[in-house]
Protein backbone atom coordinates (compact mmCIF):
# COMPACT_ATOMS: atom_id res chain seq x y z
CA UNK A 1 0.00 0.00 0.00
CA UNK A 2 2.72 2.54 0.93
CA UNK A 3 4.17 1.88 -2.73
CA UNK A 4 0.68 3.22 -4.63
CA UNK A 5 0.56 5.67 -2.19
CA UNK A 6 4.73 7.21 -2.79
CA UNK A 7 3.65 6.78 -6.21
CA UNK A 8 0.55 9.06 -6.32
CA UNK A 9 2.48 11.59 -3.92
CA UNK A 10 5.17 11.47 -6.71
CA UNK A 11 2.97 12.03 -9.74
CA UNK A 12 0.68 14.29 -7.97
CA UNK A 13 4.08 16.59 -7.51
CA UNK A 14 5.19 16.81 -10.88
CA UNK A 15 1.06 17.62 -11.90
CA UNK A 16 1.17 20.42 -9.17
CA UNK A 17 4.72 21.82 -10.12
CA UNK A 18 4.05 21.92 -14.03
CA UNK A 19 -0.25 23.45 -12.99
CA UNK A 20 1.62 25.96 -11.05
CA UNK A 21 4.37 26.92 -13.85
CA UNK A 22 1.07 27.15 -16.14
CA UNK A 23 -0.28 29.37 -13.77
CA UNK A 24 3.06 31.10 -13.04
CA UNK A 25 2.81 31.72 -17.36
CA UNK A 26 -0.46 32.80 -17.31
CA UNK A 27 -0.50 35.45 -14.74
CA UNK A 28 2.56 37.41 -16.14
CA UNK A 29 0.86 37.63 -19.41
CA UNK A 30 -1.79 39.03 -17.31
CA UNK A 31 0.49 41.44 -15.37
CA UNK A 32 2.66 42.53 -18.92
CA UNK A 33 -0.68 43.44 -20.31
CA UNK A 34 -2.15 45.33 -17.21
CA UNK A 35 -5.49 42.97 -16.78
CA UNK A 36 -6.54 41.42 -13.62
CA UNK A 37 -6.65 38.13 -13.47
CA UNK A 38 -10.14 36.74 -14.67
CA UNK A 39 -12.69 34.30 -12.54
CA UNK A 40 -10.70 31.35 -14.56
CA UNK A 41 -7.25 31.61 -13.18
CA UNK A 42 -8.86 32.45 -9.76
CA UNK A 43 -10.58 28.94 -10.09
CA UNK A 44 -7.35 27.52 -11.73
CA UNK A 45 -5.81 28.82 -8.77
CA UNK A 46 -8.22 27.18 -6.07
CA UNK A 47 -7.92 24.14 -8.10
CA UNK A 48 -3.81 24.49 -7.40
CA UNK A 49 -4.98 25.31 -3.52
CA UNK A 50 -7.22 21.75 -3.51
CA UNK A 51 -4.20 19.85 -5.65
CA UNK A 52 -1.76 21.11 -2.87
CA UNK A 53 -3.38 19.60 -0.24
CA UNK A 54 -4.61 16.41 -1.89
CA UNK A 55 -0.79 16.01 -1.96
CA UNK A 56 -0.04 17.08 1.36
CA UNK A 57 -2.18 14.37 2.62
CA UNK A 58 -0.91 11.64 0.19
CA UNK A 59 2.61 13.22 1.56
CA UNK A 60 0.84 12.52 5.52
CA UNK A 61 -0.42 9.05 4.18
CA UNK A 62 3.46 8.00 3.14
CA UNK A 63 4.62 9.10 6.10
CA UNK A 64 2.15 7.26 8.09
CA UNK A 65 3.06 3.89 6.75
CA UNK A 66 6.02 3.73 7.04
CA UNK A 67 8.07 5.32 4.56
CA UNK A 68 11.19 7.57 5.36
CA UNK A 69 11.41 10.95 4.81
CA UNK A 70 13.49 12.61 1.98
CA UNK A 71 14.50 15.52 3.87
CA UNK A 72 12.91 16.86 6.94
CA UNK A 73 12.60 19.98 5.72
CA UNK A 74 10.01 18.56 3.01
CA UNK A 75 7.84 18.89 5.97
CA UNK A 76 8.09 22.26 6.35
CA UNK A 77 7.60 23.19 3.30
CA UNK A 78 4.93 20.90 3.02
CA UNK A 79 2.93 22.46 5.63
CA UNK A 80 3.94 26.19 4.06
CA UNK A 81 2.30 25.61 0.80
CA UNK A 82 -0.66 24.01 2.08
CA UNK A 83 -1.21 27.52 4.31
CA UNK A 84 0.39 29.99 1.96
CA UNK A 85 -1.36 29.30 -1.35
CA UNK A 86 -5.48 29.64 -0.03
CA UNK A 87 -3.94 32.46 2.89
CA UNK A 88 -2.50 34.42 -0.51
CA UNK A 89 -5.46 33.99 -2.45
CA UNK A 90 -7.89 35.30 0.18
CA UNK A 91 -5.61 38.11 1.03
CA UNK A 92 -5.38 39.15 -2.96
CA UNK A 93 -8.81 39.00 -3.31
CA UNK A 94 -10.35 40.79 -0.04
CA UNK A 95 -11.12 43.76 -1.88
CA UNK A 96 -8.02 45.89 -0.34
CA UNK A 97 -5.55 45.17 -3.37
CA UNK A 98 -5.36 46.58 -6.88
CA UNK A 99 -6.00 44.13 -9.73
CA UNK A 100 -2.60 44.35 -10.74
CA UNK A 101 -1.54 44.06 -7.34
CA UNK A 102 -3.86 40.99 -7.28
CA UNK A 103 -2.17 39.10 -10.36
CA UNK A 104 1.69 39.88 -9.41
CA UNK A 105 1.17 38.34 -6.12
CA UNK A 106 -1.28 34.98 -7.36
CA UNK A 107 0.94 35.26 -9.91
CA UNK A 108 4.58 35.25 -7.60
CA UNK A 109 3.08 32.58 -5.39
CA UNK A 110 2.75 30.02 -7.95
Not at 2 to 21: C, D, K, M, P
Not at 55 to 81: D, R, W
Amino acid sequence: MSAVVQFLHVRLAIAVILFAVLLGLWGTYQYIRHRAVSGGYRSAYLMLCGLTAVQGLLGLGNLLLGAGLHKPLHVVYGIFAVLFLPGLYFYSVSGRSSPAREAAFLTAAC
